[in-house]
């Protein structure tokens, strides 16, 4: 499957924005799809997942009520709905497919097979 990043921006404190994952060339609703991020000079970190089949979400707890993870099948796209944003969200943010994720290594970088190009998200303080 391919990923098709978009959304990302530079929005001040306290802004929005929404970032889109199309895909093709898979069955979407068989995948989980998670976001990740990379801030400069740190490991990919989790954000937040939509777990295959049931589209069950899960989040990191610095997220948590400000950030929203959905999905619709139809259109073969994720979207990450970023509110209340802060100056420690900056990072490039990548989506994540996989097929055969155990649900102990969602938040595990290493076990996706399939990865986005990414988006800069910036927010200015």
């Known amino acids: 499957v391919q990923l098709q990043a978009s959304g990302g921006g530079l929005v001040q404190a306290g802004g929005s924005l929404r970032l889109s994952c199309v895909a093709s060339?898979?069955?979407?609703?068989?995948?989980?799809m998670t976001w990740f991020r990379q801030a400069p000079g740190k490991e990919r970190e989790f954000v937040a997942s939509s777990w295959r089949s049931t589209g069950r979400t899960y989040y990191a707890n610095s997220v948590k009520g400000r950030f929203t993870i959905s999905r619709e099948n139809a259109k073969n796209t994720l979207y990450l709905q970023m509110n209340a944003l802060e100056p420690e969200d900056t990072a490039v943010y990548y989506c994540a497919a996989d097929r055969g994720l155990i649900f102990s290594s969602m938040a595990n970088a290493n076990q996706y097979d399939y990865w986005g190009q990414g988006t800069q998200v910036t927010v200015s303080s």
């Open positions: 060339g898979g069955t979407f609703s068989g995948y989980t």
